[in-house]
């Protein structure tokens, strides 16, 4: 979408000596849906041009999504449990999901998150088959489906076609993940050689984890990835339980069995990371491994707190994910890596507002294979979201402080607009796409029965 121009009251942006707030800013978008020209300080908006008040940052990328576990969001947050006891209810309403349901929940999922700011998502795909492990007539259907739901609800998508091929070390597939599972890594890369992206989508690969997919059948899903410039992601030691099984059944780490097969390097997204020794952090730093972490699904599961600052220290980029939906906002992701940290060593000061929000932004997208969003600069692509600086929770000392205020005080009902590719698809806090988005999500939650 070209001919378009923005204007926005202040704007973060790049500057030769780092990202900084700027005002009145003119956007022009181009063809291919890319920013034209961006220029500063260039008055007041000019006629014919989108106003766009409050703060203008780059879209947000969501780098780790699990579309239907939104359907537990207040079914499993009552009493006690721990990861596993939750996963038998998240299995039960994997169950309930045929290619058509799922096209009306994640559409709905996708609309939110652009609600919240988001306008990419690394949608972590394991639902494959139908209940029981038979196939569709299109064995892509699940995955096809969550592609259409994003062009639906406007917002670009990474396929993150995941490879699920036993439920431990040395077991089969239980009931419940017969529909995850392709026999073997050969199959699952027969079928996702048909998946081919569009302009909206792009598709990368996952190693579910090393518990689900062999060792021996690591190497190959790696290759997929590596022959077609994908993105690769994989859960990561977000267990205990996950690291003892790992050494009990070869002798090392579960992050070390990923670097002996060749899983690790600067494609690959390590997601979670949560229990890892000193060599693992040394071998994703290493390896330029991006971690994903998220914050509010690791809280809400009780998985504890991961080293992000270590890693980020020892050469990972870190990028952002909502995981499970507990909720959907990306400015609470990104201040709750500060604030694990300070509840961790009770001091302040970890990362900077500037840090964190490059971990939603430029780090997020090059993490879903899109290097060319996540800035708000020229030949980037034009996708940004802007936040009300005049809330009950921004209103304050003014927009110099912009990059803080969104970061530490700001949430995803700041969200005024949302433009994706010049596109304007939330105006004034309201999807222009999916109409009446709580009632989509409601109806299409309710549809599951379970």
């Not at 030769?16 to 700027?22: I, R």
Request: aromatic residues 6%; hydrophobic residues 40%.
């Amino acid at each position: 979408m070209s001919g378009l121009t923005y204007w926005a009251e202040h704007a973060w942006l790049p500057h030769v000596s780092g990202t900084v707030v700027e005002k009145d800013v003119l956007i022009t978008v181009g063809p291919g849906g890319r920013i034209g020209h961006v220029t500063p300080d260039s008055g007041p908006c000019p006629p014919g041009a989108v106003r766009l008040g409050g703060l203008l940052l780059p879209g947000q990328a969501n780098a780790h999504s699990h579309a239907f576990h939104r359907a537990l969001r207040g079914n499993v947050q009552v009493g006690s449990g721990t990861f596993w006891t939750w996963r038998d209810t998240m299995y039960r309403f994997a169950g309930a999901l045929d290619p058509d349901s799922y096209l009306d929940l994640a559409t709905a999922v996708y609309a939110e998150m652009a609600l919240a700011g988001i306008t990419a998502v690394g949608e972590f795909h394991y639902l494959h088959h139908a209940p029981g492990g038979s196939r569709y007539e299109d064995p892509n259907a699940m995955g096809l489906a969550l592609v259409e739901a994003a062009n639906r609800a406007g917002i670009r998508i990474t396929l993150l076609d995941t490879c699920y091929l036993s439920s431990g070390f040395g077991e089969e597939v239980t009931k419940p993940q017969l529909r995850f599972s392709d026999g073997d890594a050969d199959a699952w890369a027969a079928r996702a050689d048909a998946l081919k992206p569009t302009e909206h989508a792009r598709i990368g690969a996952a190693v579910h984890s090393v518990r689900a997919v062999p060792a021996d059948q690591l190497a190959t899903v790696a290759h997929w990835a590596a022959m077609r410039k994908a993105p690769l992601h994989v859960h990561l030691s977000e267990q205990t339980a996950e690291n003892d099984a790992c050494l009990t059944a070869h002798g090392v780490t579960p992050t070390r069995l990923l670097a002996d097969h060749g899983v690790l390097g600067p494609r690959t997204s390590a997601v979670h990371a949560t229990h890892l020794t000193d060599e693992d952090i040394r071998l994703l730093g290493d390896s330029g491994t991006t971690i994903c972490m998220c914050p509010t699904t690791e809280r809400d599961l009780a998985d504890g707190i991961g080293p992000a600052r270590r890693l980020a220290n020892s050469g990972c980029p870190v990028s952002l994910g909502s995981d499970s939906h507990a909720i959907i906002d990306p400015f609470e992701e990104a201040r709750a890596l500060e604030l694990n940290e300070r509840l961790r060593t009770r001091t302040r000061g970890h990362w900077t507002a500037h840090a964190l929000l490059r971990a939603g932004t430029e780090d997020g997208h090059a993490s879903l294979g899109w290097p060319e969003a996540g800035r708000i600069e020229a030949g980037a692509l034009a996708d940004f979201t802007a936040v009300a600086l005049d809330s009950v929770r921004t209103a304050g000392p003014g927009p110099q402080l912009g990059a803080e205020t969104a970061v530490f005080a700001a949430t995803a009902a700041d969200v005024r607009h949302v433009v994706v590719g010049g596109r304007h698809i939330v105006k004034d806090g309201v999807h222009q796409l999916v109409q009446d988005v709580p009632t989509a999500l409601r109806n299409a939650i309710t549809s599951l029965g379970t």
